[in-house]
């Protein structure tokens, strides 16, 4: 259990597009990640006493939804460039956003790029050489 979930739902709203957030808790409008915290609290009657929203558990919620998938997210996958010698690097990498790499590419990453030359053939071949590496 999370001693403070709460400090993970800014996290989670940045990842999630909001109208997805919208769409699942019904709730159009808030401020900061508090704000859309207190709003689901009180819609969902998980109050403490006096009627000040409960936090804790109303993160644990959101974190669950995430967790289960009612909050949908992706992220997209990396794109490649090819370099003079028939190898890959990621965009990234060429931007100075991550360090390239010195070794051989990653055995996922031959899977994804193989040489041009291969056909959908070739292919089981390449992967079972390229697992023995």
Not at 18 to 45: P, S, V
Not at 120 to 126: A, E, G, I, R, S
């Amino acid at each position: 259990m999370l001693p403070t979930p709460e400090d993970n739902i800014p996290t989670i709203m940045e990842r999630v597009r909001k109208e997805y957030i919208q769409r699942t808790y019904d709730i159009k409008e808030w401020n900061d990640a508090t704000d859309f915290l207190e709003k689901l609290a009180r819609k969902t009657g998980k109050l403490q006493k006096k009627g000040e929203p409960d936090f804790h558990n109303t993160a644990m919620m959101v974190l669950n939804d995430w967790l289960r998938g009612r909050l949908p997210y992706y992220v997209p996958a990396p794109s490649f460039t090819k370099n003079g010698d028939d190898s890959y690097i990621p965009n990234q990498a060429k931007q100075g956003l991550i360090k390239p790499s010195t070794k051989n590419t990653s055995f996922a990453l031959r899977l994804l790029c193989p040489p041009a030359s291969f056909t959908p053939v070739h292919l089981q071949t390449y992967i079972k050489r390229s697992s023995v590496r």
